[in-house]
């Protein structure tokens, strides 16, 4: 690392997010809603990031959601299927505290 950057704190922000769904596979199935897989994510500091000046922030994340609805064969789903992910990884807000 570039003691230079290290001198004024770093950051290291990692977040892994995924959502997925399996519906409605095999024979004679009906979903009357929609079926939607949703992920959204926000990665790193926001607001004044001064860095940390006792060392580094190290802010890691991994969320995942996953549906398996209506899979075989005559099944019947009356309204939607989603699978929803949100993540926010890092510092919010004044990032010197």
């Known amino acids: 690392m570039d003691p230079w950057t290290h001198a004024f704190g770093t950051d290291l922000n990692i977040g892994v997010n995924s959502a997925s769904v399996d519906a409605g596979n095999g024979a004679f199935n009906h979903i009357d809603g929609s079926v939607t897989a ?9 607001g004044f990031g001064y860095g ?4 580094s922030d190290i802010n890691l994340g991994f969320n995942s959601a996953h549906v398996e609805a209506g899979n075989g064969a005559f099944n ?3 309204g939607d299927v989603t699978a929803v992910a949100t993540q926010n990884v890092g510092d919010s807000g004044f990032g010197f505290l």
């Open 38 to 46: 949703y992920a959204a994510q926000n990665v790193g500091d926001s």
């Open 52 to 55: 940390n000046p006792f060392g």
């Open 76 to 78: 019947h789903i009356g």
